[in-house]
T-cell receptor
Framework: AQSVTQLGSHVSVSEGALVLLRCNYS??????LFWYVQYPNQGLQLLLK??????LVKGINGFEAEFKKSETSFHLTKPSAHMSDAAEYFC????????????FGKGITLSVRP | GAGVSQSPSNKVTEKGKDVELRCDPI?????LYWYRQSLGQGLEFLIY????????KSGLPSDRFSAERTGGSVSTLTIQRTQQEDSAVYLC?????????????FGPGTRLTVT
């Protein structure tokens, strides 16, 4: 079984500030980890994924995440927030193998202040 | 090419009615997933189709929910005797198959409102 914990439901940062969205996972086997973004009234878009290669993963729009097995974490960061980053962000985990259904965290809403 | 499409984009129905939600996956993708996004429960897995294998129905919340995938392409999610707690956004995703976990591409969703 696997699960994802995203602490807090809302993060607010100033434009140009560091973005840090936290994700911790639980998995009985080495996991695949994902961050998705959802803009209002749209579907989910993949930001980045960890698939057991490099532990530091770079994604789209300047986001990156680091897989830390000892901390069971996969936190999402971006050095400088833009207004366009305001959205809801979901961390997800899936098991390797044939059944690749995603288990999502509750999501975090990111607000960016001018 | 075209992404995952879903129809209708919005559906309002009366309690007790049946509804059908449609998903057209990306051409060539053999895996198809349905998820539900609701305020109370977040994003939940419902059902997963992979090629000709038996679907994984482990996420379906009750026997009022069913899904089929015809010809390995289009999928229909059917909710019978809808209840107010079925109100949610239903998301479909597809991915290419293989032993490695490939990216799932999501459609825009169908917003279901049960009155």
């Amino acid at each position: 079984a696997q699960s994802v914990t995203q602490l807090g439901s809302h993060v607010s940062v100033s434009e140009g500030a560091l973005v840090l969205l936290r994700c911790n996972y639980s998995s009985s086997v080495p996991p695949y980890l994902f961050w998705y973004v959802q803009y209002p009234n749209q579907g989910l878009q993949l930001l980045l994924k960890y698939t057991s290669a490099a532990t530091l993963v770079k994604g789209i729009n300047g986001f990156e995440a680091e897989f830390k097995k000892s901390e069971t974490s996969f936190h999402l960061t971006k050095p400088s927030a833009h207004m366009s980053d305001a959205a809801e962000y979901f961390c997800a985990v899936s098991l390797t193998g044939a059944n690749s259904k995603l288990t999502f965290g509750k999501g975090i809403t990111l607000s960016v202040r001018p | 090419g075209a992404g995952v499409s879903q129809s209708p984009s919005n559906k309002v129905t009366e309690k007790g009615k049946d509804v059908e939600l449609r998903c057209d996956p990306i051409s060539g993708h053999t895996a198809l997933y349905w998820y539900r996004q609701s305020l109370g429960q977040g994003l939940e897995f419902l059902i997963y189709f992979q090629g000709n294998s038996a679907p994984d129905k482990s996420g379906l919340p009750s026997d009022r929910f069913s899904a089929e995938r015809t010809g390995g392409s289009v999928s229909t999610l059917t909710i019978q005797r809808t209840q107010q707690e079925d109100s949610a956004v239903y998301l479909c995703a597809s991915s290419s198959s293989g032993t490695v976990n490939y990216e799932q591409y999501f459609g825009p969703g169908t917003r279901l409102t049960v009155t």
